[in-house]
């Protein structure tokens, strides 16, 4: 009878020996996702690294400790580790689109272009995913592919504004303003508030004399709505010192004046600001700034900040921080809209991912 009641306590303790083993894991888990979701990254890596060291199978743990590593910027090791984590799911879009911001971050574009494309290629409805593919295709002035990926974002979800609005500028890069118009007053039926839609309009419009005080109309209501960017201000002033110069109009000469003195406030470059107040000295002399430039050319970049190497990193959706799961979706034609990998497209077309990177930094912190 002992024997038998000594057998009995081993099993009983080793059942609750791994019973606790097994909760023991899960609480490793749900700490290092929450040390994920409050930026203490360095912690969470020795969390995640815990749980893949009992189970190395776990796709969960896995993707976890390669995104700690994106945040942590330790971009070198997430490649690393995502490149794991495709062992276990080769099919896993969100560990692509990651894989593609690892190596964006360290310069490697190519590298980068593709992990985005096979993204797109095991979840075509994953629509962050075709965005950041197009917005690639677009800086490397390949627009015929990104204006196929943009397309196929508004076939899968109309009301995308980031879509409408990147897709009219690839339109207008390649000339298509009427094309462009459509998809710039879709955004504004989208959001009536859309700044850059408006001023994109106002581009448009402002270059046949019939339509003339309608862009005047879109260019105001565009600084109305954002009155802190200065590209705004350089092609309204330009369009009404011309105005001024055909038509002896003097109205049109002090309104161009009001635009370069507001545009003043929110500038920050020297050198430009420099060059706007010799233009506006000019104007309120009664002398008209000789020569016809484009704003580029006039006062330069109209970069918002440095970080242009970083594009694409603060465009990642990080709501999937400690809830990773896979998305299934119907069988979806991919083949033409993914084509053409190694095709070139020449164009003069320059985005501006920056300014889309500011503008959904402040859409997420109203949202919140």
């Not at 690892?102 to 993204?119: F, H, I, P, T, V």
């Not at 109305?224 to 001024?244: H, M, T």
Request: with cysteine; net charge negative.
């Amino acid at each position: 009878m002992r024997g038998l009641s000594l057998f009995i306590t081993l099993v009983i303790l080793s059942f609750v020996v791994t019973s606790t083993y097994a909760q023991s894991t899960e609480e490793i888990m749900s700490q290092g996702s929450m040390l994920l979701s409050n930026g203490a990254y360095d912690q969470a890596v020795t969390k995640f690294r815990k749980v893949i060291a009992r189970d190395p199978g776990n796709f969960e743990a896995q993707f976890n400790l390669a995104f700690a590593y994106l945040n942590w910027g330790r971009n070198s090791n997430a490649v690393k580790e995502f490149k794991k984590a495709l062992n276990i799911n080769p099919r896993s879009a969100d560990v692509w689109s990651n894989l593609a911001y690892a190596y964006e971050n360290l310069g490697q574009s190519d590298k980068a272009l593709n992990a985005l494309y096979r993204a797109v290629e095991n979840n075509p409805r994953n629509i962050q995913a075709r965005i950041n593919l197009a917005t690639m295709y677009a800086n490397k002035n390949r627009l015929g592919q990104a204006i196929a990926q943009y397309k196929q974002v508004i076939q899968i979800d109309g009301t995308n504004l980031d879509a409408h609005v990147n897709l009219a500028k690839c339109l207008l890069s390649q000339g298509k303003s009427k094309d462009a118009k459509h998809y710039l007053k879709g955004a504004i039926a989208i959001n009536p508030n859309e700044a850059e839609a408006y001023w994109e309009l106002g581009n448009i419009l402002k270059s046949r004399s019939e339509t003339v005080n309608e862009a005047i109309s879109n260019y105001k209501k565009a600084l109305a709505l954002n009155p802190n960017a200065q590209n705004f201000y350089e092609n309204y002033g330009l369009l009404l010192e011309d105005l001024w110069k055909k038509n002896k109009d003097e109205t049109k000469r002090q309104e161009a004046i009001d635009v370069w003195k507001k545009s003043l406030f929110y500038i920050n470059d020297a050198l430009k600001k420099e060059k706007i107040q010799d233009r506006l000295d000019m104007l309120e002399r009664g002398e008209s700034p000789t020569g016809k430039a484009t704003p580029e050319e006039l006062f330069g970049s109209t970069s918002l900040s440095e970080s242009s190497t970083q594009e694409l990193e603060n465009e990642l959706d990080r709501d999937q921080k400690s809830d990773i799961k896979q998305i299934q979706v119907e069988s979806y034609n991919v083949s033409d809209d993914l084509g053409g990998l190694d095709e070139e497209e020449e164009s003069s077309f320059n985005f501006d991912m920056e300014k889309a990177i500011e503008k959904k930094r402040e859409e997420k912190e109203q949202g919140e």
